[in-house]
């Protein structure tokens, strides 16, 4: 069964601390993407890559970076953590939208980080 | 400013009857369109999707509107089942890129 897997489930972190997200999708999907949920939000999209060490911002990058060394993992990295970066995010993957298609998303389920 | 609107937070359906969910957009550069459905601790999955050329695309249970003039979209679940108690979200692409922008979300609750 192919799909995105996230490292962490829950984590509970204290403010400044560094927090890696680790994703890893086995579709050989050349996009993966970090979304943030919140309530009354929906998923915003934080950052992208559409390729090994490529990286685009999302809507919402501040206070956070990335990184894409292999095509199949896909790290969100808080430098300093926050407390208003208490959120569940998600991972994505998908291949690249071509001409006459929807871009279907792959989600992982979900890490829910509480920043006290 | 959101480009994909989900104006209800909540909807209440008794079992057997149809869930209308609902979607406005802004943006007409759009050029696909999908719901995502996504129960707690579980990431969105995919449900259905609509290209801007169409007006309906049907699967099953669900079906998907379209209505480019308006710039709104709307799921039907007929009939509703419990298990499709959820969190639904609509969400808009363009071809431009690879990228999902989603609206707020909405849960739906289907009463036995």
Redesign the interface.
Known sequence: DVK?TQSS?YLVKRTGEKVFLECVQDMDHE?M?W?RQDP??????IY?S?DVKMKEK?DIPEGYSVSREKKERFSLILESASTNQTSMY?C?S?Q??G????????????SRLTVL | DQQVKQNSPSLSVQEGRISILNCDYTNSMFDYFLWYKKYPAEGPTFLISISSIKDKNEDGRFTVFLNKSAKHLSLHIVPSQPGDSAVYFCAASNNAGNMLTFGGGTRLMVKP
């Open positions: 995105v489930r996009n993407f979304y009354g939000l929906g998923l915003r999209l992208f559409y999302g998600l994505a998908s690249p939208q001409a006459g298609g929807a871009n279907v998303l792959t989600f992982g389920a979900g």
